[in-house]
């Protein structure tokens, strides 16, 4: 990849920067994007270890389409999987990526639309409690979606948000507007609700991030008991949870993703994916 970055720098075919405040310059840019998309996955695909497992054919022309006809909206990237598949590490690889390229990024958690459940968890007496009594903490009705989707939507038309937090210290405590999420050019969502259905489509990349089961326990027991303060007995019983839930929940909805991406991949070639597309839409002449 890194070759094809230095070829597209020094190369001397070049075309003229389009006008992208013109209609027909937009036009332009979208089919240089396809067919540079295009090879990237060519690319890809001879790769010792691709990136990209699977990717929706009908991406390109739709996001190209999007570039075209709406401008001006803030890109809004979704990363999804299962938990400790990696979602936050590859947000923070894109976030460290792109601010190299001087552009604007922010990044917002889905974790913290969580519903407030302190009430309930006083009840039963503790987290573990309430979740071994059904509660269902990764259900779609466990999250505050209608809010996701108005910040979101608030989001991509530049306006910034204060978005809650919620307090991952088995006290279920969410308070309300507690952090000012910037709209930035690009915005990067991560968790699992990025693909249920009251808020997938306003996502213009929507990416699924797929790992192995064992190589997610691991990272599971090992943040739940460092991170968390989790004994490591109650963290495999979580962790059985975790599975069944992501059965559930997350792995149906793989199928509405944009690309299915290796948690496994080196980060320093998906670091260099992501030069590669600065490269491409910034090489005129």
Known sequence: ???????????????????????????????????????????????????????????????TKRLIN?????????????????????????????????????????????????????????????????????????????????????????????????????TGVSIPYAQEVVSDKIIVVEGIATMYEEVRDIFDVKIYIETENDIRQERFIKRAVAERNQSEENALKQWEYIVSAGEKYVIPNKKCADFVLDGNSDLNYFSTILEYLNAITNNFI
């Not at 027909?24 to 695909?45: H, M, N, P, V």
């Open 70 to 170: 709406n401008p001006t909206r803030r890109l809004l990237i979704g990363i999804n999987g299962e938990s400790a598949s990696g979602k936050s590490t590859i947000c923070r690889q894109i976030k460290q990526t792109i601010e190299q390229f001087s552009m604007p990024v922010s990044i917002l958690s889905t974790d913290n639309y969580f519903n407030d459940i302190s009430e309930l968890i006083k009840k039963y007496g503790s987290f573990d409690n309430l979740r071994d009594n059904g509660y269902d903490i990764d259900a779609p009705e466990s999250f505050q979606l209608s809010l996701l989707a108005s910040d979101l939507e608030d989001l991509a038309l530049g306006k910034n948000i204060m978005a809650p937090k919620y307090i991952p210290n088995g």
């Open 1 to 63: 990849m890194q070759l094809l970055i230095e070829k597209e720098l020094n190369s001397d075919d070049k075309i003229l920067k389009p006008d992208f405040n013109s209609k027909t310059g937009r036009e332009l840019l979208a089919f240089y994007l396809q067919a540079k998309f295009k090879q990237i996955l060519a690319y890809d695909k001879k790769c010792p270890t691709p990136i990209f497992k699977e990717v929706n054919p009908n991406f390109i022309s739709r996001f």
